[in-house]
């Protein structure tokens, strides 16, 4: 959805401005990230090579008595038999193994010189498999955070504040079960999501005033099956609120067309006071129509600009999104939240959140966000007939109306 109140071509021109200047973070950012992402793996690493070498039985044995306590003075290991016989063999043929039993026949004990040279020479082969992952990434025209984002499988990686967070994945909440082997991009770039072959998903739009005059007939001729319209929107500098000036067009058009339809509302809203402004707005508009979709709080923070919402608190944040979504469940219709990465990760509280349904913002082809969503809006410059210009695209993973 685009930001409110904002020359849409400014707006894109910022951005590019914004990508330049996180372009020229990226290669003191990676130094230090190469450095943490090392470290994490080299526990693993050195672990992992020692394990493999103690169960081949290789490497220098630290000579211990009978009793399991470290005998400097002996000339070689001993077998669990009798702790006075350093050189007997568990088979009594008087022969050294090089392993030490006792804590069992496999167990296999190293000194400190020989664990420091392991982890010396393990240290180095992490560090260089880290940085060769990162350079293939990196040449396989990856983004920093496309090619980070594996490394760390328990953590989302966000940029944010002009700087790169690592947000520990909440696994109490609904994960999400979508796999990008069933994710199917057509020629004309548009998304279908599959099961056992065949298409489960279904074309959505959302549309404002930002996309004119459309023809809502030729829009279902291309496929699309539902559209969320704008109700309207507070202005992020001032507060006040505004009515879409083609809502009443779009829904009517857009229902007229056999096309289901749901509307948003993008909230700027900063006090309990003026969310119920929004959602009781939102009902007041809506009670001519059928609104066989859901009804949506869309929760951004405005970008490169100041925006009144940018500075409250995640608790507020999480409580005035509560507040919507209850308010609209208590008139009769179906609650959505609309976020992207940056707010389900550290903007919001998604626990309190849990039993409303989730809309998920992300242009890329990939399944990165972890948690459960309903709909998916993948591009912000799709093409559709009967629209002039770009209109957000989106899939549903299955039907999202009432009928």
């Known amino acids: 959805m685009k930001r409110e109140n904002a020359d849409y071509a400014t707006e894109r021109?910022?951005?590019?401005?914004?990508?330049?200047?996180?372009?020229?973070?990226?290669?003191?950012?990676?130094?230090?990230?190469?450095?943490?992402?090392?470290?994490?793996?080299?526990?693993?690493?050195?672990?992992?090579?020692?394990?493999?070498?103690?169960?081949?039985?290789?490497?220098?044995?630290?000579?211990?008595?009978?009793?399991?306590?470290?005998?400097?003075?002996?000339?070689?290991?001993?077998?669990?038999?009798?702790?006075?016989?350093?050189?007997?063999?568990?088979?009594?043929?008087?022969?050294?193994?090089?392993?030490?039993s006792g804590a069992g026949s496999n167990s296999v004990v190293y000194s400190q010189e020989d664990l420091e040279g392991y982890m010396a020479v393990a240290k180095a082969e992490a560090a260089e498999e880290v940085l060769d992952s990162i350079r293939r990434g990196l040449n396989d025209g990856g983004s920093l955070l496309e090619t980070l984002r594996p490394l760390f499988p328990e953590e989302m990686i966000v940029y944010s504040g002009g700087k790169y967070n690592f947000v520990p994945i909440n696994r109490s909440l609904k994960q999400s079960v979508l796999v990008e082997e069933n994710l199917n991009i057509l020629e004309t770039g548009e998304y279908q999501y599959l099961?056992?072959?065949?298409?489960?998903?279904?074309?959505?739009?959302?549309?404002?005033?930002?996309?004119?005059?459309?023809?809502?007939?030729?829009?279902?001729?291309?496929?699309?099956?539902?559209?969320?319209?704008?109700?309207?929107?507070?202005g992020y500098g001032t507060g006040k609120m505004v009515e879409d000036e083609r809502f009443d067009a779009n829904i009517q058009g857009a229902s007229a067309a056999g096309i289901k339809v749901g509307v948003y509302y993008y909230s700027q809203a900063i006090t309990r006071e003026e969310v119920l402004e929004e959602a009781n707005f939102?009902?007041?508009?809506?009670?001519?129509?059928?609104?066989?979709?859901?009804?949506?709080?869309?929760?951004?923070?405005?970008?490169?600009?100041?925006?009144?919402?940018?500075?409250?608190?995640?608790?507020?944040?999480?409580?005035?999104?509560?507040?919507?979504?209850?308010?609209?469940?208590?008139?009769?219709?179906?609650?959505?939240?609309?976020?992207?990465?940056?707010?389900?990760?550290?903007?919001?509280?998604?626990?309190?959140?849990?039993?409303?349904?989730?809309?998920?913002?992300?242009?890329?082809?990939?399944?990165?966000?972890?948690?459960?969503?309903?709909?998916?809006?993948?591009?912000?410059?799709?093409r559709v007939q009967g629209i002039k210009g770009a209109v957000d695209l989106n899939i549903s993973f299955g039907p999202i109306w009432e009928e």
């Open 195 to 234: 099961q056992d072959g065949q298409v489960i998903s279904h074309k959505g739009i959302d549309v404002s005033k930002h996309q004119g005059v459309i023809d809502w007939n030729l829009v279902a001729q291309d496929g699309v099956e539902f559209a969320f319209i704008r109700v309207g929107n507070r």
């Open 282 to 382: 939102v009902l007041e508009k809506i009670k001519p129509y059928e609104i066989s979709c859901p009804v949506v709080f869309d929760v951004e923070r405005v970008s490169g600009e100041p925006g009144r919402m940018n500075d409250i608190s995640v608790e507020e944040r999480t409580e005035f999104t509560r507040l919507f979504c209850e308010t609209i469940q208590n008139a009769g219709y179906r609650p959505m939240i609309y976020h992207n990465t940056e707010m389900g990760a550290m903007m919001i509280n998604l626990e309190p959140l849990e039993e409303y349904d989730k809309w998920f913002a992300a242009y890329s082809d990939q399944f990165y966000y972890p948690y459960e969503y309903k709909i998916w809006q993948y591009s912000q410059s799709g």
């Open 13 to 100: 021109a910022s951005a590019r401005r914004r990508k330049r200047t996180r372009e020229m973070r990226t290669f003191a950012l990676l130094v230090c990230l190469v450095v943490m992402t090392a470290v994490l793996y080299l526990a693993v690493s050195i672990f992992s090579w020692i394990d493999g070498r103690m169960k081949d039985g290789e490497g220098a044995v630290l000579p211990v008595t009978g009793d399991g306590v470290e005998n400097p003075d002996a000339a070689g290991s001993v077998s669990g038999g009798d702790a006075s016989d350093g050189n007997q063999s568990a088979d009594g043929s008087g022969e050294s193994s090089g392993a030490v």
